[in-house]
């Protein structure tokens, strides 16, 4: 299938070449490199310059004969100050006729300058999100999540998310087991169980298909300082407690209490992250009986201690106290 990335000058390259490795690795995996045809449409120049000093060769333009496309994704450009009425007139005219289309970072702001998100729900870049809101407030825009699913439309945060997106079009395309095979090829996971406003909080697990397992995982997230046994868990989602961890270990590759321990290590990472509070603080709220827990889970999981791992990224003068831990689900999808 042909994926198409439109790419207007100045583009952010990482919103080219981060999507299309996931592509390209996905076909190499699949053993058929045209499971995936992926092509850079420009706006007019068949070289387009990027960020980081980096110039593509565009193999179409706007410009060029109309031909099939499975996926359009626009890329994002920092800047976003011109809209050029041909690219709007393009997009207006090419949309119709994909099976998806989406965005990353601001190029969901000429997809909203083309009218393609009337009703939709979408994301942008956390830093972009006040001046998307200001030019189109009649368009829900959720700043926090890494990227949203409306219907045939995607749209993503911007930079790395457009990986994450990718990914997940690779799992429609192809199915879990194949995304994961490239997630894993490319050291990435399948989904963070975060919003942007995470940032680089550690990553906890993969968000099951499965609804009652989904539904554990948010009643885990929600209640980390509880006990939180096997039994309980089980019993909040209406599963037997050796079903529950069967068909938990089955989705996810990892057993319940594997999925609790990395879930609290995460929350207590991010508290180490953002607030000065006391190792024994931080171990009560995160859901650890005690600090030695504590340790020891960062000791299995991360390969140092809590003070070690404060003290490697923790940046300095970013201290701000924060009253419990908090865990939010990253991929937000809505129909």
Known sequence: MRIVILAPPGVQSLDIVGPAEVFWEAARRLGDMTKYDIQIMSTGASSIGGTGQLRFVADRTIFDPDEPIDTLLVAGDPSFQIIDPDLISWLQRRVPTVRRYGSICTGVFLLGAAGLLDGK??????????KFSKEFPEIELDADAIYIRDGALITAAGVTAGIDLALALV????????????ARYMVMFMKR????????AHLVGQMSETTLIQRAQDFILA?????????TVAS??????????RV?????GLTPIDFITAARTDAARRLLEDTDQPLQRIASVSG????????????????VSPNEYRARFQPAGTWRRLPQAKSSTVVQLSN
């Open 236 to 245: 909040k989602v209406g599963m037997s407690t050796r079903n529950f961890g």
């Open 171 to 182: 799992e429609e395309d192809y199915g879990r087991e194949v995304a994961l095979i490239v």
């Open 248 to 252: 938990f270990r089955q989705e996810l």
């Open 121 to 130: 729900r979408v994301t942008t870049h956390w830093e972009c999100a006040p």
């Open 223 to 231: 209640n980390l300082a509880s006990s939180l046994s096997i039994e």
């Open 193 to 200: 169980p975060g919003g942007q406003s995470q940032f680089s």
């Open 288 to 303: 650890f009986v005690d600090v030695h827990a504590m340790r020891r889970a960062f000791a299995k999981t991360i390969g």
